[in-house]
């Protein structure tokens, strides 16, 4: 069961993700929380700027329905966020029940991996030596 999914400007709630997936089956909650990091390949990022193309919600629901019609998983949640983020503001948030343990793990990876691979954000990166970067852009 998908029970949350969201693109959106505003911080993410791991918590809000985990409630999301309880279920009373579920010996194992996996959660995954992308952070934006100071550096990249060798350089210092200042600041990160998501865009999102206006599908983006439409495409992670999908990702998540996949993982979700695995029989093992009992629940998903997941969410990316747009808009500038700071050094240390989560960008992804992503959270999966099953009974076990290395189920859980999977689902979750297969899950941000997925989401990684399909969703139409783009990052703008800004470093502190005036230049930026575009990644995943097409």
Known sequence: MVT???VLDEPLDLAAHEAAVADPRAGAVVSF??????HDHGRGVALLEYEG???AAAILREVAEEIAA?????AVAVSHRIGSL????????ASVSTAHR???FAACGRLVDEAKARLPIWKRQLFHDGTEEWVNCP
């Open 4 to 6: 949350l999914v969201e």
């Open 33 to 38: 929380q992308g952070v934006v990091r100071d």
């Open 53 to 55: 193309h206006p599908t």
């Open 70 to 74: 695995d029989p093992a998983v009992y």
């Open 86 to 93: 700071a050094i240390g503001d989560v960008a992804l948030v």
């Open 102 to 104: 290395a189920a859980a």
